[in-house]
């Protein structure tokens, strides 16, 4: 290859197929593992407001929801590349 023809290529996948399948790969983990913590939210939500939960439990709700909604940035950022 010429010297100055190198910048010109344009390689949408670096390293063959197997970087194709890889984000995907990622992709899918990201979104399964989104909708446990929709659904471990959601479920928490629930508990914390029904009648039947005490004091010191609907406390500990309201602990496990944090921790659920702090998990939820890290997880979108699953497969992302972060700055060069």
């Given at each position: 290859?010429?010297?100055?023809?190198?910048?010109?290529?344009?390689?949408?996948?670096?390293g063959?197929?197997?970087?194709?399948?890889?984000?995907?790969?990622?992709?899918?983990?990201?979104?399964?593992?989104?909708?446990v913590?929709?659904?471990l939210?959601?479920?928490?939500?629930?508990?914390?407001?029904?009648?039947?939960?005490?004091?010191?439990?609907?406390?500990?709700?309201?602990?496990?929801?944090?921790l659920?909604?702090l998990?939820?940035?890290?997880?979108q950022?699953?497969?992302?590349?972060?700055?060069?």
């Open positions: 290859m010429k010297p100055g023809l190198e910048s010109r290529v344009v390689r949408p996948w670096p063959g197929r197997r970087a194709r399948t890889v984000p995907l790969m990622v992709s899918v983990l990201r979104a399964v593992l989104l909708a913590l929709v659904v939210f959601i479920a928490t939500l629930a508990a914390i407001f029904s009648g039947s939960t005490g004091g010191l439990e609907k406390l500990v709700l309201v602990g496990v929801a944090v659920v909604a998990a939820v940035p890290p997880v950022r699953l497969g992302v590349r972060g700055p060069h």
